[in-house]
C-alpha cells in the first residue's frame, strides 16, 4: 500500500497563476480530507470530500479554491490567482470511511509564491 | 466551533525525563482526541488517539489522559530520547460521520537534550 500520494512535493507559482495539487488516497480509502499549515502553525482543516461530493466545505475560503474528488483519479484542490499569503503547506488525508479515526496524511505539498 | 488550545509552545527537557503537553477544548460533542508527531520538513503522524469512553491510554513510552468534565487531554512522554525532538499536535474531533474535521492545537515543539 503506498499511503496517500500528494503531488507536487514543491510547488513554486508567480502571483496571479494558477496552482493544482493532487491527493490519491490510500487503496480502498473514498474520503479525502485537505489541511493548509501555515509557516510555524498548525494545520487548518479546509474541505472534506467523498468521491464527487463535497460533504464539508467550511474551512475553505469562499473566493479562488476550490476542490474536487471525482470519480476517476485523484482529488485536486485548485488556487485560483495565487497570492502570497496562500504560501502553505497543504496536506491531504484519507480514511475509509466518513470518520475521523486514523487519519493517514500524505506528505504534503508546499507552495510557494514569489 | 471547536477550539483547541495547546500547552506549551515550547518545552525543553533532558534525555531521560518526562514531558508532559496539554490541551483544552471547547465543544462537548468533541469524542476523539488523536495527538501527532511532525518532524521538520514531514508530514504529521499519528502517535496516539483516545476516545472519550476512556480515560486514559497508553503505548509504550507514550500515554493520553482525558478529563471529560474539565475538557482537557494531555500527552505524557517518558524516559524521553533525541529522536523524540518534533512538534506534537493535539486536535478534536465530533467524529458523528459528516462532522469528520480535526481541529488541531497550534502545537508544542519538543525539544530532548542530551
Known amino acids: 500500500n503506498a499511503g496517500v500520494m500528494q503531488n507536487p512535493r514543491h510547488l513554486v507559482r508567480r502571483r496571479g497563476q494558477e496552482a493544482r495539487l493532487r491527493c490519491s488516497p490510500m487503496?480502498?480509502?473514498?474520503?479525502v480530507y485537505w489541511y493548509r499549515q501555515l509557516p510555524e502553525e498548525g494545520l487548518k482543516f479546509m474541505v472534506y470530500?467523498?468521491?464527487?461530493?463535497?460533504?464539508?466545505e467550511s474551512g475553505m475560503p469562499k473566493e479562488r479554491f476550490s476542490a474536487e474528488f471525482p470519480k476517476e483519479g485523484p482529488s485536486i484542490l485548485r488556487i485560483q490567482q495565487v497570492v502570497r499569503g496562500d504560501s502553505a503547506a497543504y496536506f491531504c488525508a484519507s480514511s475509509p470511511v466518513g470518520g475521523s479515526n486514523g487519519y493517514t496524511f500524505g506528505s504534503g505539498t508546499r507552495l510557494t509564491v514569489v | 466551533g471547536e477550539n483547541v488550545e495547546q500547552h506549551p509552545s515550547t518545552l525543553s527537557v533532558q534525555e531521560g525525563d518526562s514531558a508532559v503537553i496539554k490541551c483544552t477544548y471547547s465543544?462537548?460533542?468533541?469524542?476523539?482526541f488523536p495527538w501527532y508527531k511532525q518532524e521538520l520538513g514531514k508530514r504529521p503522524q499519528l502517535i496516539i488517539d483516545?476516545?472519550?469512553?476512556?480515560g486514559e491510554k497508553k503505548d509504550q513510552r507514550i500515554a493520553v489522559t482525558l478529563n471529560k468534565t474539565a475538557k482537557h487531554f494531555s500527552l505524557h512522554i517518558t524516559e524521553t530520547q533525541p529522536e523524540d525532538s518534533a512538534v506534537y499536535f493535539c486536535?478534536?474531533?465530533?467524529?458523528?460521520?459528516?462532522?469528520?474535521?480535526?481541529?488541531f492545537g497550534t502545537g508544542t515543539r519538543l525539544q530532548v537534550t542530551l
Open positions: 470530500l467523498q468521491k464527487e461530493n463535497i460533504i464539508d
Open positions: 483516545i476516545r472519550s469512553n476512556v
Open positions: 486536535a478534536a474531533s465530533p467524529n458523528t460521520g459528516t462532522a469528520s474535521k480535526l481541529t
Open positions: 487503496k480502498g480509502h473514498s474520503h
Open positions: 465543544d462537548s460533542a468533541s469524542n476523539y
